[in-house]
């Protein structure tokens, strides 16, 4: 495998110290002395927590490793959040390994493997939980934890390059065979001393330590180890993440936002904390459905949203995203997905009517924005309006004005700005094709509830999207591709003469 992704796992904190260092230390177990072929990967996992020995001080390297003792492991190791949460329910107390399973059956580990197969037909764990691993069903593991971290796995050129070395190559069955090549292309695995990979011998806890080891060394491992800045708090159906840092005086505001680039994709409204510049949310359109993205620096405050059912609110499955472990969290054809980098941030995707796969991807699509800060000035407004509210984001800025029972309205962004739905009247701005969308609804009219959308703050009304009661005129600068999107009750002529005011 050409390209490995980068280690962060407290697995493997112990890699830099040189091996005459660790030799020099005593051994954490009496089988295990450092002339052991496998001695250093057995001392990383047990200083790490991963493995442990018997009562009576040994390892017993030799000794088979089950399906639960292996899940433990791999649970332990990437989804160490969601095991502990786990081991609280009633069912781990009267059987050990319930955390563990559940855990890696839960973000598709142990898809494909005799006993996944088995539990998904019957519902029920079977007895082989608690028997040997054959190499079939590790090989299956690895490949499916690699998967699920997205990890960039062999070219399917490589995979058919090692299938000549392995002898036995066409007794493999055939749902094992990816796994198997893929274990092999990416040195997870190794071939036995007379050329076969010997699929139905059992592993021993040694070589469950190196197979670790080497796994490592291709995946971004999460920092659950790290101190945090947030914590996660379920009351019923509600879900927040809270953090106390007080006193906090941030002197910009979060440079991150979604990168994604999709049709009907666009930016619908901008917020952010104007105390001390903490947090910033950006919500988007997406199709029929929208995503809200939060951002914020540590600070005291809570984000999160209530949920249709406790259920929703307390299951979970944590899910790689730029090589942090995210909280995924699915309500119906709702998602909300949370995560924390290594300096405190908060990320957090709330979507409603869009594909889990949508929020993956806008997800891993977060980047801080490096360019120019835009800035425009409004030269000229009917008489009436004054300055009311602005929300300034380097790439974004959305600007209000108020007079008597409306609001003016300005969004421009680097990134595409979201318009009402239906059809819309094609007009000339300055040279440049713009669309207008005209008011179906008079704000004097004594029913206008089917306005919608419309939210108040303070003295002003900021228009929703499909609001009826405001007019909408959209176009994008030719020369320097910025977004403009203008929302008020005046006419179109008037709404045309603001926009060329704009500079």
């Excluded at 159906?237 to 994604?260: F, G, H, M, N």
């Excluded at 979507?351 to 889990?356: I, P």
Aim: with cysteine.
């Amino acid at each position: 495998m050409k390209e490995r992704i980068a280690v962060l796992l407290s697995l493997l904190m112990m890699l830099s110290v040189m091996p005459s260092v660790l030799a020099a230390e005593p051994p954490n177990f009496s089988d295990v002395p450092s002339s052991h072929w496998a001695f250093e990967e057995i001392e990383k996992a047990a200083d790490a927590g991963i493995v442990n020995g018997y009562g009576d001080g040994t390892f017993r390297p030799s000794g088979t490793v089950t399906n639960a003792h292996f899940a433990t492991m791999i649970a332990r190791t990437y989804f160490p959040t969601a095991l502990k949460q786990q081991d609280a329910l009633p069912e781990a107390q009267t059987n050990w390994w319930y955390g563990a399973i559940t855990t890696c059956d839960s973000n598709g580990i142990l898809d494909g493997t005799k006993i996944g197969r088995q539990h998904s037909q019957s519902g029920e764990w079977p007895v082989e939980v608690g028997t040997a691993m054959n190499r079939y069903d590790m090989a299956q593991i690895l490949y499916n934890l690699l998967q699920n971290y997205g990890a960039t796995l062999p070219s399917v050129a490589e995979q058919s390059a090692v299938q000549d070395s392995i002898a036995d190559w066409d007794s493999i069955p055939s749902n094992y065979r990816t796994a198997v090549a893929v274990c092999y292309a990416s040195d997870l695995l190794n071939g036995l001393s007379d050329g076969t990979f010997g699929g139905e011998r059992n592993m021993n806890r040694a070589q469950a330590c190196v197979v670790l080891n080497r796994l490592s060394q291709c995946l971004t491992i999460p920092a659950d180890g790290q101190s945090r800045s947030w914590t996660r708090v379920v009351i019923g159906k509600t879900i927040s993440y809270v953090c106390s840092l007080d006193e906090t005086d941030y002197q910009t505001y979060p440079a991150w936002r979604p990168t994604w680039d999709a049709d009907e994709w666009g930016l619908v409204s901008l917020n952010q904390e104007q105390r001390d510049s903490s947090w910033a949310s950006w919500q988007y359109q997406y199709g029929k459905g929208s995503i809200t993205f939060h951002c914020s620096y540590p600070t005291d405050a809570s984000f999160g949203r209530i949920m249709q059912t406790e259920a929703a609110a307390e299951n979970y499955q944590q899910i790689p995203i730029q090589g942090y472990m995210a909280d995924f969290y699915t309500d119906g054809d709702n998602y909300l997905l949370a995560w924390e980098n290594e300096d405190g941030v908060l990320f957090m995707l709330d979507g409603n009517q869009v594909s889990a796969d949508v929020m993956r991807q806008v997800a891993e699509s977060v980047k801080p924005y490096t360019g120019v800060e835009i800035s425009y000035t409004l030269d000229w407004l009917p008489s009436g309006y004054s300055y009311f509210d602005q929300v300034s984001m380097n790439n974004a800025v959305q600007s209000i004005w108020t007079s008597d029972d409306r609001s003016l309205v300005l969004l421009y962004s680097t990134d595409p700005v979201a318009v009402p739905d239906g059809n819309s009247e094609t007009v000339s701005l300055n040279g440049t094709e713009a669309n207008f969308w005209e008011a179906t609804v008079d704000s004097d009219d004594e029913d206008n509830s089917q306005s919608g959308e419309n939210t108040s703050s303070s003295s002003a009304t900021i228009p929703g999207l499909q609001s009826k009661e405001y007019s909408t005129l959209a176009w994008t600068d030719s020369e320097t591709g910025v977004s403009f999107r203008l929302q008020s009750k005046e006419s179109l002529d008037t709404m045309i003469r603001i926009a060329k005011n704009i500079e």
